[in-house]
Nanobody
Framework: VQLQASGGGLVQAGGSLRVSCRAS????????IGWFRQAPGKEREFVAS????????LYEDSVKGRFTISRDRIEGTVYLQMNSLRPEDTAVYYC?????????????????WGQGTLVTVSS
């Protein structure tokens, strides 16, 4: 499965942004999808993930209640709605896929990666 992330940009603290991950290729519906982010000088970290059927969502603690992951199986797209953004959310956001039904937090489980999309939150 090939992934294309988009929707990043510059937003003020407290604002909202939605990033998208569009998949092409066969068997997208058989993949769990995760969002990860990497800030300058830091390791890539888990943000959120969703199972192949839209269930089993997981979130990193600092984004719980602010971010929502969802997927449109017909459109082959996974969304990450980000509300109440903070300067510390600034990073390149990546989507990734793993061929299994359930979602997970381990970056090493994911085998297909899209290019990142930059999210910048100004204070």
């Amino acid at each position: 499965v090939q992934l294309q992330a988009s929707g990043g940009g510059l937003v003020q603290a407290g604002g909202s942004l939605r990033v998208s991950c569009r998949a092409s290729g066969r068997a997208f519906s058989n993949n769990a999808i995760g969002w990860f982010r990497q800030a300058p000088g830091k390791e890539r970290e888990f943000v959120a993930s969703i199972g192949w059927n839209g269930g089993g969502t997981l979130y990193e603690d600092s984004v719980k209640g602010r971010f929502t992951i969802s997927r449109d199986r017909i459109e082959g797209t996974v969304y990450l709605q980000m509300n109440s953004l903070r300067p510390e959310d600034t990073a390149v956001y990546y989507c990734a896929a793993v061929r299994r039904s359930y979602s997970g937090k381990d970056v090493n489980d994911y085998t297909s990666w899209g290019q990142g999309t930059l999210v910048t939150v100004s204070s």
